[in-house]
């Protein structure tokens, strides 16, 4: 899918040439931290895996501090654990931009959660009936 900004169609076609998708962005003065931090951390690296392993080793720490110890030891060694992640339902519009078809669509994917109420529908100020000729009132 090619948008008029996007000839090539690469990225998010509604991206403008030229206009910053992120306009504030982050700012020097939190990169600045963020990088020092970093360098710091990598220059303690070595003392923190030697503590992290002495406690792990140690048997008259407490068994959960030794479990930490691991743990900690085994993610930034080998990675967090793979993890998943469930997406339901991703809406590309407004529920005020969409048509009557695209919302029967949306509730059926939604199990019916979205006509839990006795209330007529009304979209546009005009009443919905049902493809039965019912009303929902």
Known sequence: ??????????????WQKGVATNPGGRSKELARLQSAARHKAARCTPEAI????KVLRNEAEATPHRLKAAVELLNRGLGLPQTQVD????????IG???LDELRQ???RLGGALMTTT????LEGQRVEEPDGSSDG
Not at 50 to 53: F, I, V
């Open 1 to 14: 899918m090619v948008g008029v900004g996007n000839p090539k169609g690469v990225g998010n076609p509604h």
């Open 50 to 53: 030697a503590y992290l392993l």
């Open 119 to 122: 209330v007529p529908l009304l």
């Open 106 to 108: 949306l509730e059926e």
């Open 97 to 99: 931009e969409m048509s």
């Open 87 to 94: 997406i339901d339902v991703v809406v590309r519009k407004k």
